[in-house]
């Protein structure tokens, strides 16, 4: 369960910094908070059970696993760069 939960946390991290490679000033501050408040608990995750001896469960996993895919299935609307539906009103 360990090293599902390792791949996992790993995938989340590389999620939110493709994330943040096509963000921009444009980007309302939510969302900026949003996906970088996801990539540091993505980033902590990745060494819980190192630093603090953490073990991780099945809930904890199902939990992991299905941020993972939301991330991956609206990743097509980012393909295009930012949605606009993210960007200030003022600044399109």
């Known amino acids: 369960m360990l090293a599902v ?14 994330r943040a490679m096509k963000t921009s000033k444009q980007v309302k501050r ?14 902590a995750a ?4 190192l630093a603090f001896g953490w073990q991780p469960d099945c809930m904890s996993i199902a939990l992991l696993a299905a941020v993972v895919i939301v991330q991956i299935v609206t990743a ?3 393909r295009e760069g930012i949605p606009k539906e993210f960007i200030h009103e003022g600044k399109r």
């Not at 390792?6 to 999620?15: Q, R």
């Not at 939510?30 to 980033?43: E, I, N, P, R, T």
């Not at 990745?46 to 059970?49: A, D, K, L």
Request: aromatic share 20%; proline share 3%.
């Open 30 to 43: 939510d969302v900026l908070a949003a996906f970088w408040l996801l990539g540091a608990v993505a980033s």
């Open 76 to 78: 097509a609307h980012w």
């Open 46 to 49: 990745i060494f819980s059970p």
């Open 5 to 18: 939960h390792e791949v996992l946390s790993i995938a989340l991290f590389y999620t939110c910094f493709c």
